[in-house]
Structures are given as C-alpha cells and as structure tokens.
C-alpha cells in the first residue's frame, strides 16, 4: 500500500484529508478495543471465570476446552480389589412370607398335607410400603369421678386444635419436598393429592407450613450461626438470585463449615456482610473467592484469609488465553495443582502441614512464575481504582502482594485451599432459581433459606432430613453439639 502523499503548503483539501484520517483511524482504534472486549466476554465460561458451568451452553458462548490429563492407566468401572457393594441380608427381616408347594404328588395324595422338611431357600425384597395418606381420629375424652369432678384429657402433642388437620409426618414431607428437592408448590399440592387419594391441600397451607417450620428452626439456625462464628475455618461465597419484585437482584451470602452451613438474602454490600452477623464475630480463618469486602478492615477479629485456588486456576487459565504463548500461567497452575495434591495427601496423613520437602519446590515455582509475569505484563499507569489493565496484571499483583493468603493452607492442613465445600451448599440455591424462576417475596426466600441452614447442618451430620424435620414440625427441632475446644 503506497503511503499517503504529504500535504501540500497551505492546501486545504490536503487538511481536510488528514483530518478524516485521523477520524478513521480513532475510529478504527475504537472498533478494534470493542471487539476484543466483545471476544473476550464471549470468551467468558467456568473454566476460566467465576461463572457456573450452566452457563457454557448459552448461545453465542464458548465453552471451555476439556482438560488434558494424563489419565490414571486404569479402566472404567470397579477396580480389581475394591471394597463392592450390595443389598444387605436382613438377619431380622420385617416380615416373613411362606411359599409351599401345592398341588398334588405323584402317588396323589394331595401336597397340602406333605410335612416340613425345611425352608430350601430365601429371597429377601427391599420395598418401600404403599404410600397413602393415613387418617387417625383423636378422640379426648371427659371423665367424671367418684366425687362428681369432671377431667377432660389435654390436646394431644402434635395435633391441632381444629377439626381436621395434617400430621407432622406430612407437614416435614411438604417442607422436604419445597426446600430440599425444590419440588415447586403447585406441584407439591398435586403429590399429596395423589398421595391421598385425590383429596390435597391447599396452596395457602403449603406455604403457612413452610413459614411455620422457618419458625421452629430458627433458634437453632441462630446456635448454627454462632458455631460457624467459632469455628477455626469457615468458607464464604455468594451468589445471585432472583428475589422480591420484578427486576430485583439479590445475593444469598453463605457461610459454611464442614459441619455447618447458613445462609443469608441481602445485597453484595457491606451492610449485608454485616447483617449477615457472622465475620464481626469470626475470629478463624476465612475461605473465599478474593472479593474485596472480605478484605474490609472491619472484620477486626479476623485471623486470616485464604483465597480459593480454584478461583486463581479459572484466573490463570483466562491469563494463558489472553497471553498465548505466555509460560508463566501455566506454571503457576502446575504448582498450585501440586501444592492442592500434596496438601490432601498431608491431610490424609494427619499431618499438621505440607511436608517442606515436597511444598517449598512447588512454593519457589509458583513464586518465580508470578515474577516472571508481572515483568511481561506491565501496568498501565493510572488511578489504581479507575485504570482498567492488561488481563492478568490484577491476579499477578494480588498473588505477589496476598501471598501468605494464596499460600496458607501450606503450613496448616486445617485450611482448604480451594472453596468447594461453600460453592457446593449454594449450589442449589441456583437449582431452586432454574425451576421456580423468582421468588417474589424476600421473607419468604429467607424462610427457605434458614430451613436450608437447618438441612444441610443436619445433612453434614449424617442424619436423616425427614426425621430432623419432622421434629422441627412438631415442636422439637433438632439441635447441633457443641463445637469441642481448640
């Protein structure tokens, strides 16, 4: 292409020809921004972003590329010398069924008449009962005694004083079946109607069951709060749902042990962090995604952070992307891989930390890839808050500047290094959203939410959930032990 001739002296058609140059080629600079914006967004996915997996097949989204693994060597299925599985036999089965041989022998006498020899085998069936809805009439009685005084016998426990009502067993199945398998409530209406034999509740005692059973559960979801607050590491993670009028956002904030899980519908802003009346009072370690309110200087007590490398992996894949060619992501993720490895293979072990034989090679890698980075990716200079940079110069900066928080869960086994555990309880908060579209009322949501603080404390217990909600129903919720002393 011929370069463009210089003005002539004092030429106006030349001025007014660099003038549209110029104009298009700011244009052309601005096309080209907005298209490696638009690609880059389009780009978005789980694998390296902080967004779900459901997202991926979304038009016009490009999924993530399948990790290559080297693969264990070993075929698909049960191995040779694994623990099998099975039905159980029953030494004291429910009920036993007799099975004789009828009909008539060959000398013909009739088989009805033959003596027991012995039971030549057994079959044992595990079956569920038939489901229907069983009615039980109280009837409380008035007594009069030798003296004339008349006694009448109390309310019964668990029983309404109306007329007719639902027992707890099917008040915790209404409450099971909306919260815990998300079962939406017209649907669960038509269950129970099929359930008892076409007669079912209505709507409106569907969701007074569900308000009734985030009542009793509320002191104890408020003792699982103060446990979780007591804890020594607790996982946080957030995420959106939407909740109350039409075009309104909310976040359920979580916080989460391996023995205890709450949940909170507020906002992604501190006064909700603070509403939530869990990090004011933690004094542990904290687990999360690297969001900034983590890092407020009001949750004084806090002992330290640790941020989830799950997160920084997604974030190193999205660096590697944008910086093709580039050795330093992919060795930072190699070393966070086998930090992760090790740490599990320490903890397993009951060890305290990672051995420093096997960390401190992995440590150096790691750290020496973060250099290497920030030396190729330099910072566009700028007001730190308003200066949007280079993909990759935030993670660099954060890895080089927080890496006692990247690296804690080295030095103590107690720390998880990844957040999994918080991502999993709010995982199905996304489920309930997919099948029930939004919930119109926020008290209502929070409703769910405690009950769901109630069921996954009593499902990281390895209890049954229909017998723990069926106690709250009537009157006697279950409650978590004490945390023991550290």
Same mark, same amino acid.
């Given at each position: 292409?011929?370069?463009?001739?210089?003005?002539?002296? !004092?030429?106006?058609?030349?001025?007014?020809?660099?003038?549209?140059?110029?104009?298009?080629?700011?244009?052309?600079?601005?096309?080209?921004?907005?298209?490696?914006?638009? !690609?880059?967004?389009s780009g978005r996915n789980s694998g390296n972003s902080s967004m779900p997996p459901s997202t991926d097949d979304l038009p016009g989204k490009k999924k993530p590329a399948p990790r290559r693994g080297t693969g264990s060597g070993r075929r698909r299925g049960k191995q040779n010398g694994a623990q099998g599985s099975a039905l159980a036999w029953a030494a004291d089965p429910d009920e036993r069924v007799a099975h004789r041989p009828g009909g008539v022998c060959g000398c013909g006498t009739g088989l009805g008449e033959a003596v027991d020899v012995g039971v030549e085998r057994s079959h044992q069936t595990h079956d569920l009962p038939e489901v229907r809805i069983t009615i039980r009439q109280h009837d409380v009685y008035r007594v009069r005694c030798g003296c004339g005084a008349e006694h009448v016998a109390g309310q019964p426990d668990g029983v309404s004083r109306a007329p007719s009502s639902y027992g707890p067993n099917l008040r915790a199945l209404v409450v099971y079946l909306?919260?815990?398998?998300?079962?939406?409530?017209?649907?669960?209406?038509?269950?129970?109607?099929?359930?008892?034999?076409?007669?079912?509740?209505?709507?409106?005692?569907?969701?007074?069951?569900?308000?009734?059973?985030?009542? %009793?559960?509320?002191?104890?979801?408020?003792?699982?709060?103060?446990?979780?607050?007591? +804890?020594?590491?607790?996982?946080? /993670?957030?995420t959106t749902l939407r909740a109350g009028?039409?075009?309104?956002?909310?976040?359920?904030?979580?916080?989460?042990?391996?023995?205890?899980?709450?949940?909170?519908?507020?906002?992604?802003?501190?006064?909700?962090?603070?509403?939530?009346d869990v990090l004011p009072r933690f004094a542990g370690i904290a687990v999360h995604d690297r969001?900034?309110?983590?890092?407020?200087?009001?949750w004084s007590k806090l002992a330290g952070h640790q941020a989830c490398c799950a997160h920084l992996l997604r974030d190193f894949t999205d660096a590697a992307e944008s910086h093709s060619?580039?050795?330093?992501?992919?060795?930072?993720?190699?070393?966070?891989?086998?930090?992760?490895?090790?740490?599990?293979?320490?903890? =397993?072990? =009951?060890? $305290?930390?990672?051995?420093?034989?096997?960390? =401190?090679?992995? @440590?150096?890698?790691?750290? %020496?890839?973060?250099?290497?980075g920030l030396a190729q990716v330099r910072r566009v200079p700028g007001p730190r808050n308003?200066?949007?940079?280079? $993909?990759?110069? /935030?993670?660099?900066?954060?890895?080089?500047?927080? #890496?006692? /928080?990247?690296?804690?869960?080295?030095?103590?086994?107690?720390?998880?290094?990844?957040?999994n555990i918080s991502e999993r309880d709010l995982r199905p908060t996304k489920t309930q959203q997919k099948i029930s579209g939004?919930?119109?009322? !926020? /008290?209502?949501?929070?409703?769910?939410?405690? @009950?769901?603080?109630?069921? #996954?404390?009593?499902?990281?217990?390895?209890?049954?959930?229909?017998?723990?909600?069926?106690?709250?129903?009537?009157? =006697?919720?279950?409650?978590? $032990?004490?945390? +023991?002393p550290t």
């Open positions: 292409m011929s370069e463009v001739p210089p003005p002539a002296p !004092e030429c106006g058609s030349c001025a007014a020809r660099d003038v549209v140059i110029e104009e298009l080629v700011r244009a052309n600079a601005e096309l080209l921004e907005r298209v490696e914006r638009l !690609e880059r967004a909306l919260v815990y398998q998300h079962v939406p409530v017209a649907r669960c209406v038509e269950l129970i109607a099929a359930l008892g034999g076409g007669a079912g509740p209505s709507t409106g005692f569907v969701h007074s069951t569900l308000a009734r059973a985030a009542t %009793a559960v509320a002191e104890v979801v408020a003792g699982i709060k103060t446990l979780i607050a007591a +804890a020594h590491v607790v996982g946080f /993670d957030e009028p039409a075009g309104t956002r909310r976040y359920v904030l979580s916080a989460s042990t391996e023995e205890h899980t709450t949940y909170y519908l507020g906002r992604r802003d501190l006064a909700s962090f603070t509403a939530f969001y900034q309110n983590y890092f407020n200087p009001t060619g580039a050795h330093w992501p992919v060795q930072a993720q190699g070393a966070l891989r086998g930090l992760i490895h090790s740490w599990h293979q320490a903890r =397993d072990a =009951d060890l $305290p930390a990672i051995p420093a034989s096997v960390g =401190d090679p992995l @440590i150096r890698e790691f750290r %020496a890839a973060i250099r290497v308003s200066t949007a940079q280079i $993909p990759g110069r /935030d993670l660099l900066e954060f890895c080089r500047d927080h #890496d006692g /928080d990247v690296l804690r869960f080295v030095t103590d086994t107690r720390v998880w290094p990844t957040n939004r919930l119109t009322s !926020e /008290d209502v949501t929070q409703h769910r939410l405690d @009950i769901r603080s109630y069921i #996954d404390t009593v499902r990281k217990h390895g209890l049954n959930i229909i017998t723990a909600l069926r106690g709250a129903v009537s009157g =006697d919720p279950w409650h978590p $032990p004490a945390l +023991a």
